[in-house]
């Protein structure tokens, strides 16, 4: 049972005759090769009969002798269908997840000339397990929905039904997702948050996008926190600095896509109570300044501490330290602006100021001496004793008994001088002043005494 395109060779043998002379002068022959036509005789007793299609067909040898007597045979062959050949091409057997192969079947062959001259159809499956349905077209483009490895198959099929089946390996690569990155703040004061956001997720691969995806964020920590659902989170921020923040996105196949940005985080200065013990003090006494309930919206800044300045009112601030409090002795009178700052580690600080009211204290005399008694025409040191405020300037005046005038200073010693030309009991008035306009008054009496001339007698004699 020859294949198509196979052949069958037919043939007449043991040829015999009853008449001797028509076995001497021999036999010609004549075949059908199942066409249902003899050939020419020839005296060939035999002949190859080759096939061109497949089907059950009856052949037939016949002997004829010299006188025309003819004896035809026959006999039924069949000629099984071969099934078609070609070339199977994959135009990729690596392709990324999205994208698509082409499947081929070219150069197609049959033995059977009348299947070639019918042409052929053709399947193609694309990694499904499923062909789709014969057509004529010999080539399809194969998109990829997952990522995986498939077995991708193409069939040629004959006008008999007869087909030839070809297998490939197609290995589809996973694509990481996309998404767009958002940062609602790419500057925010310390203390406050930003939202990330990764939003508009893509997958080239159709099975990722019905999956869904996980969302990891790095709140500029340097670590990812875990894979959620959630495609978006709020970071508080603990100190001021540069920070890289990030966002991933990952398919159900662990491909990832990450995304950065820079967010600058704002020093904000430190607060606290400003507070002074009194706000009105006598000159050469003290208050208290202190800053208390110190606060920062950095935690970093929070646990670093915070350092302290001052100002007693003398327009500049003291060297910072961590005393939160301190001491100030006040100067002359007048109206000062105190002011204390609290400092951040990063420099950050905020000022608060009040005013204290400085109360003159008027010198006060305490003792007024003399050196009397004295001679007429001799000097009288008036000398003063006061109580005072010891960075008031001191000016002294005297009155040497003239009702009030004080012909004597003002100056800055605190010993005046009177002369006197008559004897008697004096009043010397004593004023003293500070560089307020405050001032003090007091007397001291002076005992002045005649200066006799005493001449030498001198007697005569008559």
Sequence with gaps: MPSTGGSVTLSLTSPSDPSSADMTAGFTYAFDCGTGTFGSYSGSNSTSCGTTDNGTFTVRGRIRDKDGGVNTYSATVTVVNVAPTASFGVSATTVDEGGSVTLSLTSPSDPSSADMTAGFTYAFDCGTGTFGSYSG?????????????????????????GVNTYSATVTVVNVAPTASFGVSATTVDEGGSVTL???????????DMTAGFTYAFDCGTGTFGSYSGSNSTSCGTTDNGTFTVRGRIRDKDGGVNTYSATVTVVNVAPTASFGVSATTVDEGGSVTLSLTSPSDPSSADMTAGFTYAFDCGTGTFGTPGSASSVSCTMGDAGNLTVRGKII????????????????????????????????????????????SYAGDTLSYEFDCDNNGVYEVGPQSGNTGVCTFSQKGTYTVGVRVSDDDGASDTGTTEVEVKSYLLFLPLVVRNP
């Design 137 to 161: 077209s010999n080539s399809t483009s194969c998109g990829t929905t997952d990522n995986g490895t498939f077995t991708v198959r193409g069939r040629i099929r004959d006008k008999d039904g």
């Design 344 to 387: 951040d580690k990063d420099g950050g600080e905020t000022s608060y100021s009040n005013s204290v009211t400085v109360n003159n204290i008027a010198p006060e005399i305490t003792e007024i001496s003399n050196n009397g008694p004295v001679l007429t025409y001799q000097p009288v040191q008036i000398v003063v004793t006061v109580s």
């Design 197 to 207: 956001s990764l939003t508009s997720p893509y997958d080239p691969s159709s099975a």
